[in-house]
């Protein structure tokens, strides 16, 4: 079965600190993953997709296979950065999401 | 371009009613999701349409719903009869069925509250 798992619900920085939302994902074969974002009265957005390795917003996550890992991490946040993050994972194709809990990031000014 | 639109975006109905969500996708969109989050819980996959076909109903909860996309085009989601654990917000996402990535577009949801 495909699970992905955010541990924190909720993550407090101070704006120019560093951010780091954990994901950790399990899935027979070789998922893509990504990042999905919600900030506050908008809809669920795509924030960025491992196999484009980009940087969107200062964000970046890297794909730890051996892990089973896709944190996303960012070197100083700022204060539009808060929001309510979610990892999720498909298979090849067009095939469902699968997303996590989600963690609500809050950047303290 | 106009993105995902659902409606209604609130409903609340009582216990054993019938309620009938909309959604119309981004136009050209041939792929179709259902999603739903229940409080506290993940958002969690309803079923796929490639244009008018079920592609995967396999999260569909039970037979008191009923998903149609006559034509290919809108989709509609009808709870009958609606129960308590039915409540939570529905998404609807659409995508194409060209290039290298499944990217998904949302909707802003319909928050469904069955008293």
């Known amino acids: 079965a495909q699970r992905v798992t955010q541990p924190e619900k909720l993550l407090s920085v101070f704006k120019g600190a560093p951010v780091e939302l954990k994901c950790n994902y399990s899935?027979?074969?070789?998922?893509?993953l990504f990042w999905y974002v919600q900030y506050s009265r908008q809809r669920l957005q795509l924030l960025l997709r491992?196999?484009s390795r980009e940087s969107i917003k200062g964000f970046t996550a890297d794909l730890n296979k051996g892990e089973t890992s896709f944190h996303l991490k960012k070197p100083f946040a700022q204060e539009e950065d808060s929001a309510i993050y979610y990892c999720?994972?498909?298979?090849?194709?067009?095939?469902?999401?699968?997303f996590g809990i989600g963690t609500k990031l809050q950047v303290i000014p | 371009e106009a993105g995902v639109t659902q409606f209604p975006s609130h409903s609340v109905i009582e216990k054993g009613q019938t309620v009938t969500l909309r959604c119309d996708p981004i136009?050209?969109?041939?792929?179709l999701y259902w999603y739903r989050r229940v409080m506290g819980k993940e958002i969690k996959f309803l079923l796929h349409?490639?244009?008018?076909?079920?592609?995967?109903e396999s999260g569909m909860p039970n037979n008191r719903f009923l998903a149609e996309r006559t034509g290919g085009t809108y989709s509609t989601l009808k709870v009958q009869p609606a129960e308590l654990e039915d409540s939570g917000v529905y998404f609807c996402?659409?995508?194409?069925?060209?290039?290298?990535?499944?990217?998904?577009?949302f909707g802003p949801g319909t928050r469904l509250t069955v008293l």
């Open positions: 349409f490639v244009k008018e076909s079920k592609q995967d």
């Open positions: 999720a994972l498909s298979g090849s194709g067009y095939q469902k999401v699968t």
């Open positions: 899935y027979s074969g070789s998922p893509e």
């Open positions: 996402a659409s995508s194409l069925t060209s290039g290298r990535y499944n990217e998904q577009f």
């Open positions: 491992h196999i």
């Open positions: 136009s050209g969109h041939d792929n």
